[in-house]
């Protein structure tokens, strides 16, 4: 059942975190959906703009159709993920998605909250939710490099008045996370102190976390091991650090990095174990439970496992 990211967030603040994951395929689709249901936690499912121009949005919304009806018991929301304002038209439009990430971060403060509100009308006039970023998170954001050291986390009091002028639903805050799998290059961790003094100006404000990918060193040796070449430097979040970022308000947390390393220690692993092999299904087959099987455990960390019953509950 698809269902508005709002209602998601309302019973998910304070005690888990909905975890949310980038798809490309049917093979991630029916990992995500069956990981999901092993688990009995609430997800987000989330199109991106390359997702898009690489899969086709009709295509897009038909496997995530496709599985909803193969998985009836599954509860999520669909989601566009860091989008510019014509594709959150676009994805408003279409009436498919519960919400849009409207990403102009990159933009000056004044054009942010200028860009942000105009998408926000569009989207609630619709019934459709919207996540802005204020902020700049380190590493590469769909085409935007930034420099890791210069990336900029987010100031509290601009955060409170950024969603006072804006009206935006939920808000990705740079909290020292980037994207990819060379995160931390400077050594340092996830800001807590940061988070505590957002949420302090923001209470019940649902806060999201990009970059949440933990990139788990055994995934990059057996990569590496299989014919890959990722810098052993790898590095990501700590998975055990979704439980102290719930209570301060980290209420959505995007993982997609992860899901790509599964992906390519199993295709590496099956090819260079079968290099006869040319039927694709065989990898395939091993991807989809080895996804399944990383959702459950992600699922446990950001401590969403279990609550399908009490999110149904809520829902009635
Ligand atoms: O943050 C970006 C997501 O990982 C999506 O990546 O733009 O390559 O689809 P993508
Ligand atoms: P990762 O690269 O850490 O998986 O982050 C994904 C993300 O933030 C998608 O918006
Ligand atoms: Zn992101």
């Known amino acids: ?18 975890g949310a994951y980038n798809i490309n395929n049917m093979e991630q689709a029916l990992g995500l959906f069956e990981g999901h249901i092993k688990a009995q936690a609430p997800f987000i499912v989330q199109i991106s703009r390359g997702a898009r121009n690489y899969a086709n949005p009709i295509m897009l919304e038909n496997i995530i159709r496709a599985a909803e009806q193969l998985y009836p018991e599954a509860i999520f929301a669909v989601h566009l993920d860091h989008g510019d304002e014509q594709t959150c038209y676009d994805c408003i439009d279409s009436g498919f998605y519960s919400s849009v990430m409207i990403d102009a971060s990159h933009e000056p403060f004044e054009e942010n ?3 942000t509100k105009r998408v926000v009308e569009r989207a609630h006039a619709k019934g459709i939710s919207v996540e802005a970023e204020l ?7 769909e085409d935007i490099a930034v420099d890791e050291k210069n990336a900029l986390l987010t100031d509290p009091d601009e955060a409170k008045v950024f969603v006072e002028r804006t009206g935006c639903d939920s808000l990705a805050v740079a909290i020292g996370t980037s994207h990819g799998a ?6 340092q961790g996830l800001h807590f102190d940061r988070m505590a003094a957002i ?3 923001l209470p019940g404000f649902p806060l999201v976390m990009h ?4 990139v788990p060193q055994e995934e990059v040796k057996r990569i590496n091991a299989a014919g890959g070449a990722l810098d052993p430097s790898a590095k990501g979040v700590d998975v055990d650090e979704f439980a102290k970022a719930v209570p301060l308000g980290v209420t959505k947390v995007n993982i997609d990095t992860d899901g790509r390393l599964v992906w390519t220690r199993v295709h590496r692993e099956y090819f260079r174990d079968h290099p006869d092999g040319f039927d694709f299904r065989k990898p395939g087959k091993i991807f989809v439970p080895a996804y399944a099987d990383f959702i459950v455990h992600k ?10 019953d009490v999110v149904r509950q809520a829902l009635m």
Do not use: C, P, R, W
Request: aromatic share 10%; net charge positive; charged share 15%.
């Open 1 to 18: 059942m698809i269902v508005t990211t709002d209602q998601l967030f309302k019973i998910a603040y304070g005690k888990f975190a909905v």
């Open 211 to 214: 970059g949440s990918s933990s």
């Open 113 to 115: 909250v200028t860009i």
């Open 182 to 187: 060379y995160k931390f290059m400077g050594g």
């Open 199 to 201: 949420q302090a100006n």
């Open 299 to 308: 699922s446990h960390k950001l401590l969403s496992a279990g609550k399908l």
């Open 135 to 141: 902020g700049m998170l380190g590493g590469v954001e």
